[in-house]
């Protein structure tokens, strides 16, 4: 065999041992560790923690050394948190490439829940914009608990007088995406045609909402049972999935905002006009690259065609979640909610998340 075959064929092994290697050690799920002595004289709330990777059965209730605020840090009284499905992809560590920030083997960081609403407890020595009995709402690791301690310039914002806890603590990222989905990757103008694949679900609940708000005229895509639902929140037409299949009816699109991704770029693309957007919000399940090919395909894809098929990850701040506040407030988009859990029963939450089948938002009332 010439040198130059050798070569190549040496650093083809090598590099297959490196992605198999890789591949190993991130979808290794190591032993939980026990969960660490609360000092004597530590004030204690009650938390979920998670301290391995694994199906809902890692979560553990119990009680957590309450955390302090530092001085540009706020702590809230948490009242009610909702579930997303971020929860349980951070649960199980997958798609395991999400393990490069979340941690290798175990979690990195063993609390749980983003959305919350509460009430400020007390605020560090430099906080200016909360104090002591202020309403808010945001989003931050750990907020299945009884206190969540966010950064003043963070995801946190007052909550309206007339939105409930349990409302306000439905929209962070639910209702974040829709609206950066919407308005940054959709840039949806008054009178675009907009369907909305996925309408029932927590994101598409807001999308719905939202969009009408935006003066789109609106389709809802989703299943027999919720077509009245998704009808009551304002959609102006709703396409019952278990009937008709929307790249195949004909109706072209503006602008396509994808919860599901059941079905190809390709089909996606028939449904849409000719200078159209499809945004990518979610995708297939699975660990390993299945939830990639779609955003894959869209970016490879998309410089050759005059349609723009473009992905997103929504980012939390506090801007959107005041314009989340002043629609809620002024009735514009009223939070779906499904189920209701209490704190011990986060477990049991993430079980029906993950079924898929959620109408709307999962509650989780702390108090
Ligand atoms: N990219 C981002 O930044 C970002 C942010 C948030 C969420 N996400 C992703 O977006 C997706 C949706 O999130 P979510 O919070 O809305 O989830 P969710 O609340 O769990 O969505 C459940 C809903 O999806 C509906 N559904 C299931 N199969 C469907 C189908 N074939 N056609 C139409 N609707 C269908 C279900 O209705 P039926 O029971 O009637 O089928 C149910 O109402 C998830 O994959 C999530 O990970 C991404």
Redesign the pocket.
């Known amino acids: 065999m010439k040198l130059r075959y050798k070569i190549t064929n040496g650093i083809l092994v090598v590099v297959a041992v490196a992605i198999v290697s890789l591949g190993l050690v991130l979808s290794h799920n190591s032993a939980c560790d026990p969960a660490p002595a609360v000092a004597r004289d530590a004030e204690t709330m009650e938390a979920i923690a998670y301290r391995c990777y694994g199906s809902p059965e890692v979560l553990e209730f119990g009680d957590v050394e309450k955390p302090t605020p530092q001085d540009n840090e706020v702590l809230v009284r948490v009242h009610a948190a909702s579930v997303?499905?971020?929860d349980w992809?951070y649960m199980r560590g997958a798609p395991y490439l999400m393990r490069l920030s979340s941690g290798i083997g175990t979690p990195a960081d063993t609390r749980m829940g983003v959305d919350f609403a509460g009430t400020v407890e007390s605020v560090g020595s430099k906080v200016t914009r909360f104090k002591p009995g202020d309403e808010v709402f945001g989003g931050r690791t750990g907020a299945f608990a009884e206190y969540v301690i966010v950064p003043e310039d963070r995801a946190l914002v007052l909550k309206p007088a007339d939105v409930t806890f349990e409302q306000a603590a439905s929209s962070p990222?639910?209702g974040i995406?829709a609206l950066q989905a919407l308005r940054d990757q959709g840039k949806l103008q008054a009178g675009q045609k907009v369907l909305i694949?996925?309408?029932?679900?927590?994101?598409?609940t807001f999308a719905v909402q939202i969009a009408k708000s935006f003066g789109a005229d609106v389709t809802g895509?989703?299943?027999?049972?919720?077509v009245d639902m998704v009808r009551s929140i304002g959609a102006d037409h709703v396409i019952d999935?278990k009937k008709e299949n929307y790249t195949e009816a004909g109706q072209r699109y503006d602008l396509i905002i994808d919860?599901?991704?059941?079905h190809s770029l390709m089909a996606n693309r028939k449904a849409l006009e000719p200078d159209g957007t499809l945004v990518?919000?979610?995708?297939e399940?699975g660990d390993w690259i299945a939830p990639l090919k779609g955003p894959i395909k869209a970016l490879l894809l998309s410089p050759f065609v005059d349609q723009e098929l473009v992905?997103?990850?929504?980012q939390l701040n506090q801007d959107d979640l005041a314009i989340l506040a002043d629609l809620m407030q002024a009735g514009t988009v009223t939070p779906v909610i499904d189920q209701r859990f209490r704190l011990d029963e986060v477990a049991d939450a993430i079980r029906y998340?993950e079924a898929?089948?959620?109408?709307?938002?999962?509650i989780i009332n702390i108090r």
């Open positions: 997303n499905p971020l992809h990222i639910a995406t694949n996925g309408a029932s679900g927590g994101v598409g895509v989703c299943s027999t049972r919720n999935y919860m599901v991704g059941n990518l919000v979610g995708g399940k992905i997103i990850l929504a998340s898929g089948r959620a109408r709307g938002k999962i």
